[in-house]
């Protein structure tokens, strides 16, 4: 029998309830099970990066250092384990130099013991900062292969970025299949080449979205793959990861050592199955297994995330559709794999070219960006036409992105200024500058709150108003179910339902909030061709005119944050700006009139 042992690193902490219930685990639902994780015998855990720092600061209103610190303290056998986006750190840009070298040092400081770098591009320039800081902290600094398939990406290609990788120093070779598209023979080959290249660990990652990954995870442990990324099994299976126990009751019957004993790995099962139960509003239709993942090559943490963002647009409906366009948009771009932020970027153009009925009628900030080089070089060629017509007359990048950034860490302290308690505060504050502000400016009133969680539905006490019921609109019957309610307050209230079993959320805002809101009144409906209006709900990030201000038609006039990404809204029509309904952080609906040019 081969005795051969097989290291495994859970993903519960982490990738797992990002792939589920859109990473909205919260801290406390974590630290009663760190005493059975620490002694499980897992070879590290992820529990951190990706995108568990932003969900804390947004929705959560945790402080994600914290988090870690807590989780250091909680797992003191235990490696700990972290997504480091290469030189977009947990953002969505890329940093300068002196940023990525801060973080990885209070990372390491706060506790992260492995670092697993990837770039979304699969670039090695942008992972050569990264990488060099890691290994000055002494930790273990993973280089990592964001595994897709398109017509430029083949298994030397991967083992010649591994190649890139082992000269900068990297300490093992991770495979990332975001988006579960590894079959089982690429697996295979992809892994026996590395195996025969080099001398280093291998670690193999990969969603169970298609069906296929534990085959994968079996068909790289023959080809002699060292570690395998698991999900412990209340939290496994369609977008997440393949299950723990399963996994490790497979190797051991197969003469495999892993380490790991089925009784502990029950207990902490257990506690998250009842955990998963609380965070059901952000459980998605998309979340079990969709072998269309195969055309659409959409990641599973995108996955559940799209569908979430479109149920906040009112378009659930056109995900199909969004599905769809997605291949057709990555093509356009030259194939970039589909992981943070290439899926964010690929994904909210290709929902806005879907919702807008009419392709790249508006392009996002970061396609633009993406089109002049601010992200690396892309895998294959991009269309030129759309190139063009997004960056205009603009230079193209050709070095390394980050060369252009000059330092910004000594800057940005001093936006932040005295709320910023430490040097994590300021690091915060670079990722998500708007949500970290908006953070600590709650933390130092004391009035930080995370969003209402739907409570579970509970039967219906004697005397109680109806909570479920069915109303008919337009000729159309619906189902409504009423499941809970947050607590009244002098701006809004939120009641949780749902309509023919889909999950919907209502607020109802206070009339003095909404007209504060909308500048003291209504906005009226775009009815005329100087009436500038938004394609999509999102939140003002930038007012670019004023009254009496002369524009021409296409010029930019504001600019929207929707779903995460930045895009220009730009003028209907030449003319004089006559008005202007709209300020920084309001909010704003399609049809609404923003500004009038006349």
Do not use: C
């Given at each position: 029998m081969n005795k051969r042992k097989i290291h495994i690193t859970d993903v519960i902490l982490r990738d797992a309830h990002q792939s589920l219930i859109a990473t909205r685990m919260r801290t406390e639902d974590m630290l009663p099970a760190c005493e059975w994780l620490d002694g499980a015998g897992y070879w590290s855990l992820e529990c951190w990066g990706g995108a568990t720092f932003d969900a804390c600061v947004r929705f959560l209103k945790e402080d994600p250092w914290t988090r870690l610190r807590q989780l250091r303290k909680a797992l003191p056998n235990t490696r700990l384990q972290m997504l480091l986006r290469g030189q977009n750190l947990l953002g969505y840009r890329h940093y300068a130099d002196d940023v990525v070298e801060a973080f990885c040092q209070k990372a390491s400081d706060n506790g992260i013991d492995v670092f697993r770098i990837f770039d979304a591009l699969n670039d090695v320039r942008n992972l050569e900062t990264s990488i060099r800081a890691v290994k000055k902290t002494g930790k273990h600094a993973q280089g990592t292969l964001c595994y897709t398939v398109s017509p430029?990406?083949?298994?030397?290609?991967?083992?010649?970025?591994?190649?890139?990788?082992?000269?900068?120093?990297?300490?093992?070779?991770?495979?990332?299949?975001?988006?579960?598209?590894?079959?089982?023979?690429?697996?295979?080959?992809?892994?026996?080449?590395?195996?025969?290249?080099f001398k280093l660990p291998v670690f193999l990652h990969t969603h169970s979205t298609s069906g296929m990954a534990t085959m994968c995870h079996w068909a790289a442990i023959e080809a002699g793959v060292d570690h395998i990324d698991t999900a412990i099994s209340a939290f496994a299976g369609g977008t997440s990861h393949p299950p723990t126990e399963s996994l490790v009751a497979a190797l051991h019957d197969a003469g495999y050592e892993t380490g790991l004993k089925l009784d502990v790995l029950d207990q902490i099962t257990l506690h998250f199955r009842a955990v998963r139960k609380k965070y059901h509003q952000f459980e998605s239709d998309y979340n079990g297994v969709d072998t269309a993942v195969l055309l659409s090559q959409v990641p599973g943490g995108m996955m559940s995330n799209l569908a979430n963002q479109l149920k906040e647009q009112g378009a659930l409906e056109k995900i199909r559709e969004v599905f769809a366009e997605i291949p057709r948009v990555r093509k356009d771009l030259g194939y970039p794999p589909l992981v943070t932020p290439t899926s964010q970027i690929v994904g909210t153009q290709a929902v806005i070219n879907v919702l807008a009925g009419k392709r790249y009628d508006t392009i996002t900030n970061e396609v633009k960006k993406y089109l002049?080089?601010?992200?690396?070089?892309?895998?294959?060629?991009?269309?030129?036409?759309?190139?063009?017509?997004?960056?205009?007359?603009?230079?193209?990048?050709?070095?390394?992105?980050?060369?252009?950034?000059?330092?910004?860490?000594?800057?940005?302290?001093?936006?932040?200024?005295e709320l910023a308690e430490s040097e994590e505060d300021v690091l915060t504050y670079t990722m998500f500058p708007d949500q970290a502000k908006a953070y600590l400016e709650q933390r130092k009133a004391g009035t930080l709150q995370p969003e209402p969680l739907e409570p579970l539905p509970t039967a219906k006490a004697a005397g109680s108003i109806s909570t479920e019921f069915k109303i008919t609109v337009h000729g159309e019957t619906y189902d409504i179910h009423v499941t809970g309610a947050s607590p009244a307050s002098d701006t809004e209230r939120r009641f949780y339902m749902t309509v023919d079993g889909v999950p919907e959320e209502i607020s109802l805002a206070s009339l003095a909030e909404f007209q504060k809101d909308n500048g003291g009144s209504k906005r009226g409906k775009a009815s005329k061709e100087g009436h500038v209006t938004t394609t999509m709900p999102g939140n003002i990030v930038e007012v670019?005119?004023?009254?009496?201000?002369?524009?021409?038609?296409?010029?930019?006039?504001?600019?929207?944050?929707?779903?995460?990404?930045?895009?220009?809204?730009?003028?209907?029509?030449?003319?004089?700006?006559?008005?202007?309904?709209?300020?920084k952080g309001d909010r704003v609906t399609p049809g609404e009139v923003l500004v009038e040019i006349e």
């Open positions: 430029v990406h083949n298994t030397r290609t991967f083992v010649t970025q591994a190649q890139a990788m082992v000269d900068m120093g990297i300490d093992s070779i991770a495979i990332k299949d975001m988006a579960g598209l590894l079959a089982p023979q690429a697996a295979f080959e992809l892994v026996s080449e590395l195996k025969k290249t002049q080089g601010w992200y690396g070089k892309a895998p294959g060629d991009i269309d030129s036409d759309l190139q063009r017509r997004a960056v205009g007359k603009e230079d193209l990048i050709e070095e390394r992105p980050a060369n252009l950034i000059p330092n910004e860490f000594h800057k940005l302290k001093d936006q932040i200024g670019l005119v004023k009254e009496n201000d002369e524009v021409s038609a296409g010029d930019p006039v504001l600019i929207i944050e929707a779903m995460k990404m930045e895009t220009e809204v730009k003028a209907s029509a030449s003319g004089k700006v006559v008005a202007v309904h709209i300020k």
